[in-house]
């Protein structure tokens, strides 16, 4: 204890920065996942799959802000594979406010065509997302894996912005 009560208080100094950083150091909550928007299909040349673009909206829980720094993500829907998307470019994630991320993928139109009719009859369908980010905290860059899952209305998706 003979460190803690040197004449310069050196050891006050050391014990509150290493509180500061293990206090500043904990992982950041996982954002929460608010649904898609503006979703539209652009027919691609030379692709024999069309490429599905939208928008998906997240919310920030952490007291900070963040920035993505990559993001790698596959698509189930109704647990059938849709297609994965890679986002490399940088996102900046204000604390405690919602953010959008763009996505875009090649769709695996044999799975959404052996989905729809089941989606058809029932209007919802189970959207999974399965993936990887990178995200920055100031000096500190952590990989997490991510996982969501929630029922979409098919009806309400398709009058909100299918643009074909």
Not at 8 to 33: D, F, S, T
Not at 107 to 114: A, E, R, T
Request: a positive charge; proline letters at 6%.
């Amino acid at each position: 204890m003979q460190a803690f009560t040197s004449r310069n208080g050196r050891g006050w100094i050391a014990l509150a920065v290493w509180i500061g950083l293990a206090a500043g150091c904990h992982q950041p909550e996982p954002p929460e996942y608010f649904g898609f928007q503006d979703i539209q299909v652009i027919k691609t040349t030379g692709s024999p799959q069309p490429t599905l673009a939208t928008v998906v909206k997240l919310y920030n829980p952490n007291p900070f802000s963040l920035e993505l720094r990559r993001a790698e993500v596959d698509v189930a829907i109704n647990g059938r594979h849709a297609g994965h998307s890679l986002l490399d470019s940088t996102i900046h994630i204000p604390k405690k406010d919602t953010f959008y991320v763009p996505v875009a993928m090649q769709v695996d139109l044999q799975s959404i065509l052996s989905n729809a009719l089941q989606s058809f009859f029932s209007k919802k369908a189970t959207i999974t997302l399965d993936g990887r980010v990178k995200i920055k905290k100031g000096m500190l860059i952590y990989n997490r894996p991510f996982h969501y899952e929630d029922q979409e209305d098919i009806q309400q998706l398709l009058q909100n912005g299918m643009g074909l």
